[in-house]
């Protein structure tokens, strides 16, 4: 089509009488030499001319029009995408012939009838044959409403409880083992680059004999679990006993007065200590309410020599029978021990860190609880529950005993990459963990496992047909979770510039099905339109699929680097026992045994773990596919303001700058994400600067210290109870306990650089746009 719009704005407009043998073989010439210098334009190298239209006329060689190649993205300047969008567009340079007083030969006028004919009938066959081929795969926009539908439905609840049962039948062997059984199962779905990647770390693990508590008064002594010390452990679960402990506990014996101080809040320590002194005691603690290690934390600065750790059972749900099953938890905050703040390579420094505390920490069941303050086995009533507190009638004291074993170990993680098409350097993470040191942590990293394990089988299906992300997928599957997400904290310390730089979002698998009443979303402010949306999606269809309201809220796991150290965008989908969520929260730091509570009794038909693995697949897949990375910068400003509101602080000044946070997040979001989304206005350049902006925003609300066990990204909420910036509620909480404003004020403070961080790294993003829209002008 330009080769006969460039001769008909040179055909010459003076009159002539007819064309003679060397006038049209000068046309012809001319013609074919500007189809030439047409050709040699940019972006017109797969276009040539048809050697076989050598016609008796020179422009019948644009009776044969072929629109089929000419797209409107072969042209940098977008000049041929008229020609889709108007059938009529060779009209408009179609000129009648020049008129003549001497042209009066019937010849000419059946040569000019012919050529007209032959023309017409070109450019009309030309536009039937190019509307009714299919357009062309790699340049259409996807009208299938959900794109991803084939490969979500090749994910299937029978595949998941096969592929589970599998896991759960290996035996039980070193870390590494397992992890090589894990390599072989993704590599054998399809999954051509999988990497085993090894380090070895400190681990604190229990001796040859379990930890014991003895009641002074009468000699009895108990295990953790409530048994005594005379049963006989040469039992299957003898190991239950030898795995109920406190990871990094400090190792020894203590005799002291135990007190109960419930939850350890704030409160109740300011409660206690008008009425003993704490001094070396040993403290009778709820799990619960708070991170753990926060708690620990102010039972140390008070002056506790130990503590005896345990769940009530009135924080469980009914169907959750846990009163004489102890467990373990991990008083590590993140990583080796050994290497704090960096990888566990060879050649690193290793510091002597046995344990992370002076206590003596020792988790109990709630059984030994009742032995120790004399209550009855069935305390309460049948309707009724009773929170259970130690009677101040008289001293209760005992003897903690505390011995665990420090070495170190290898640790592996399986690390599987496809590769994107379009932005290989550019990384969304699929994050699950293995487990083989610990056999009481249960069959979470089973479930986790088999649902990323399902979804490869399921990619890789699409991936031999030919099709690829544009972003490349890494699937990960961490060692050491239990210790305190040592596999991926080691791994992320070796990688961290590159993983600052190219990781655009963390889809977390931690323990995907604890319960089986309500689906729990936990998502980053960026990214929870799209956790909503991916819910209303799977319950297309659906009798009955309540959507649940998405949260950003602190969440336990592998996911804790890439928040805290990161601030990368995440996400993770869960399903959990109502009463667990109205529960005082942090409960799932205690890791049960295995054989409590069965996952194939919480969910016999894994239908509830095929619904997890498409809401993973659907969000993964979004994030590695759409052009504009599906964030929300909005939500992030929105929840800035939802923090400030209400509670004792004067905040006027931080809602004065997060109300221009708002504004400008509001101006990004309509001037620069809305035509980025427009396919038609969609520049590639302008789209990898949004996503550049999009992929770091969450960085900015990175503070540089927070209390043990809080996020150091302020964008997540303790828990569903609280609303507010959880860095100003623990520092209110600290000016209770000291009488004093200091920490109050480094808080607000804190919060306060954060917005203006975020507002200043708007104002630049926008900057950047206007700049680069100028330069293009």
């Not at 997890?612 to 939500?635: C, H, R, S, W, Y």
Request: charged share 20%; with cysteine.
């Amino acid at each position: 089509m330009a080769y006969h719009k460039v001769n008909a704005d040179q055909r010459p407009q003076g009159p002539s009488q007819y064309l003679d043998s060397d006038d049209l073989q000068a046309t012809a010439l001319e013609l074919e030499w500007d189809m030439e210098k047409e050709l040699e334009e940019p972006g017109f190298d797969h276009f040539r001319l048809d050697g076989t239209a050598q016609h008796h006329l020179g422009i019948s060689q644009n009776t044969d029009l072929d629109l089929e190649p000419i797209q409107p993205s072969a042209s940098p300047k977008g000049r041929f995408q008229r020609l889709q969008e108007d059938p009529d567009y060779v009209s408009h340079y179609t000129r009648p012939a020049p008129k003549s007083n001497r042209c009066n030969s019937c010849q000419i006028l059946k040569v000019f009838c012919t050529v007209l004919t032959l023309f017409i009938f070109g450019i009309v066959v030309g536009y039937y044959a190019h509307t009714q081929c299919p357009p062309s795969p790699a340049t259409a926009e996807p009208n299938d409403p959900h794109p991803y539908g084939e490969v979500l439905k090749e994910i299937k609840a029978e595949n998941i409880q096969q592929i589970f049962r599998d896991l759960t039948q290996l035996p039980r062997k070193e870390d590494t083992d397992i992890a090589m059984q894990l390599l072989v199962h993704w590599t054998s779905r399809g999954l051509e680059d999988v990497q085993l990647v090894n380090y070895s770390v400190l681990l604190d693990v229990p001796g040859s004999s379990s930890n014991t508590v003895t009641l002074k008064k009468s000699g009895e002594c108990f295990y953790p679990s409530g048994l005594q010390c005379n049963t006989d452990t040469k039992n299957p679960r003898s190991q239950d006993l030898l795995y109920s402990y406190a990871a990094y506990s400090a190792k020894g014996t203590l005799e002291a007065e135990l007190v109960d101080v419930q939850y350890g809040t704030v409160e109740d320590l300011v409660q206690i200590r008008v009425i003993t002194n704490v001094a070396n005691k040993i403290a009778l603690l709820k799990l619960g309410q708070s991170p753990l290690l926060y708690k620990l934390s102010l039972l140390e600065e008070a002056g506790f020599g130990g503590v005896l750790l345990y769940i009530d059972p009135c924080d469980l749900p009914k169907t959750q029978n846990l009163s004489d099953k102890a467990f373990m938890v991990s008083l590590n905050n993140g990583g080796d021990p050994s290497t704090p703040g960096y990888p566990s390579i060879d050649g690193s420094y290793r510091q002597k860190r046995s344990n992370l505390t002076r206590l003596l920490v020792q988790p109990i069941s709630a059984m030994l609880v009742k032995k120790l303050t004399s209550l009855p086995e069935e305390h309460g009533s049948n309707d009724r529950c009773v929170p259970l507190q130690l009677t101040t009638t008289e001293k209760t004291v005992i003897t903690l005993n505390v011995q665990t074993v420090t070495t170190y170990k290898t640790i592996s993680n399986v690390i599987g990459y496809l590769k994107g098409s379009a932005l290989p350097d550019r990384y969304v993470i699929v994050g699950s963990h293995h487990n083989s040191l610990y056999s009481s942590s249960g069959h979470g990293w089973a479930q986790s496992t088999a649902i990323i394990t399902a979804f490869i089988q399921a990619l890789m299906i699409k991936v031999k047909k030919g099709w690829r992300p544009d972003r490349t997928i890494i699937f990960c599957s961490w060692g050491g979770t239990s210790f305190g997400n040592i596999g991926s904290y080691e791994w992320a310390e070796e990688l961290k510039n590159v993983l600052q730089r190219n990781v655009v979002a963390y889809v977390s698998l931690h323990n995907p099905v604890r319960g089986n009443s309500t689906l729990y979303p936990v998502a980053s402010p960026s990214l929870q339109e799209l956790a909503a949306e991916s819910q209303s999606f799977n319950c297309l269809g659906k009798a009955k699929c309540p959507a649940s309201n998405v949260s950003s809220v602190q969440m336990q796991g592998d996911a804790d680097y890439f928040i805290n150290h990161l601030g990368i965008p995440t996400v993770q989908f869960s399903y959990e026992d109502i009463k667990t969520l109205e529960g005082p929260g942090f409960l799932s730091e205690a890791l049960f045994p295995a054989h409590t509570p069965v996952t194939e009794e919480i969910d016999p038909s894994f239908s509830l773990h095929e619904i997890i693995a498409k809401l993973t697949g659907e969000v993964t897949l979004q994030i590695a596919n759409e052009p504009v990375l599906p964030f929300n910068a909005l939500d992030i400003a929105l929840e800035v303001q939802n923090s400030l509101k209400g509670g004792q602080l004067d905040t006027h000044q931080l809602l004065a700058m997060a109300s221009s946070l708002r504004d400008s997040a509001e101006l990004f979001q309509s001037d620069e994400m809305r035509p980025a989304n427009d396919p038609k206005e969609r520049a590639p350049i302008r789209v990898r600067m949004l996503n550049d902006v999009l992929q770091s925003l969450e960085k900015n609300f990175l503070v540089q210290q927070a209390p043990p066990g809080f996020y150091r990204n302020i964008l997540y909420r303790l828990d569903e109870r609280t609303s507010q910036f959880s860095v100003l509620l623990e520092a209110l909480a600290h000016c209770e306990l000291h009488q004093s404003n200091e920490t109050l004020q480094a808080a607000l403070s804190k919060v306060l650089n954060s917005i203006n961080s975020a507002q200043v790294y708007f104002k630049a993003g926008l900057d950047v746009f206007e700049t680069a829209l100028v330069g293009k002008k």
